[in-house]
Nanobody, 122 residues
Framework: VQLQASGGGSVQAGGSLRLSCAAS????????MGWYRQAPRNQRDLVAD??????DYADSVKGRFTISRDDVKKMVYLQMNSLKPEDTGVYYC??????????????????WGQGTLVTVSS
């Protein structure tokens, strides 16, 4: 199972970006898909999560960011509007509770994408 994130870049404050993350492999099901952000010298924190039809957001992004997922395409998106300099960081997508098959084995575990850098200038 692999996660491939894309869509990062550099924007000015007030601008928008849309992140995408595609999951690939012999996936049977994915319980949750979400985005995390890691700013320099900080820990990796949850930005948004989509699980079983419900969504959850960090307080700092509520009203500005929207997460969505396409279970057929096994993709998750993060629409980021009204970006602020404090949104700067590396954004990682995460797929939680991924059930996948490899040969005769069925496993369930979490996977992370490689991260995509978002830089917001003032």
């Amino acid at each position: 199972v692999q996660l491939q994130a894309s869509g990062g870049g550099s924007v000015q404050a007030g601008g928008s970006l849309r992140l995408s993350c595609a999951a690939s492999g012999t996936i049977v099901s994915i319980k949750s898909m979400g985005w995390y952000r890691q700013a320099p010298r900080n820990q990796r924190d949850l930005v948004a999560d989509a699980t079983a039809g419900s969504t959850d957001y960090a307080d700092s992004v509520k009203g500005r960011f929207t997460i969505s997922r396409d279970d057929v395409k096994k993709m998750v998106y993060l629409q980021m509007n009204s970006l602020k300099p404090e949104d700067t960081g590396v954004y990682y997508c995460k797929a939680g509770g991924v059930t996948a098959k490899a040969w005769s084995l069925t496993t369930t575990q979490d996977y992370w994408g490689q991260g995509t850098l978002v830089t917001v200038s003032s």
